[in-house]
């Protein structure tokens, strides 16, 4: 919807316009609307899959540390056997990200990782059948620019996993 909500401006504005006309509701002039993009705020699962949700993100989280160790090293030109190690390590991380994902990958292919283009959708309708919902603290914690560039690095992993898997088949 931020992408193309300002097609629309004139048309919202004749729409409010004509509600403070019509409705004796004392409205203001001008009504501001911030919209704040939450396409990649994934991180919720049902409750069920929380343990499998938390493994994923703390898997992420050291690999994010790995590689800004990695970073620094680099910059600094440290001793390389440390740079090795940390590239073995930052490698590590990244196949435990990989790991989780294959291991859950049913569940995280209908939550953190459905694609909307299926037309699967949760409603609340489901939520009322199922046992709630768990969303990470990690990403409720922390700026949605942050959240957005963790689910966009996990979607590789996943597309990858989900093609290593097609071609097992």
């Known amino acids: 919807m931020y992408r193309y909500i300002n097609g629309y401006q004139e048309e919202l504005n004749e729409i409010y316009d004509y509600l403070k006309r019509v409705l004796d509701w004392n409205l203001p002039e001008v009504m501001n609307c911030h919209i704040i993009p939450v396409v990649y705020m994934r991180f919720i699962v049902e409750n069920y899959n ?7 993100v703390v898997a992420y989280l050291k690999f994010i540390s790995k590689e800004d160790l990695v970073r620094v090293v680099a910059k600094e030109r440290l001793d ?5 190690k940390l590239i073995s390590e930052k490698s590590e991380a990244k196949q ?5 994902i294959s291991e859950n990958f049913t569940s995280f292919s209908k939550t953190v990782f459905y694609d909307i283009e299926d037309a699967n959708c949760f409603t609340q309708y489901d ?4 046992g709630g919902l768990y969303i990470h603290p990690w990403a409720i914690d922390n700026k949605l620019n942050d959240v957005s560039k963790a689910f966009i690095f996990l979607r590789k992993c996943y597309s990858l996993v989900r093609d290593q898997l097609q071609e097992e088949i």
């Open 127 to 130: 939520l009322l059948k199922g």
């Open 80 to 84: 390389n056997n440390d740079f090795k």
């Open 50 to 56: 929380k343990d499998a949700l938390d493994e994923l």
């Open 96 to 100: 435990k990200i990989l790991n989780c």
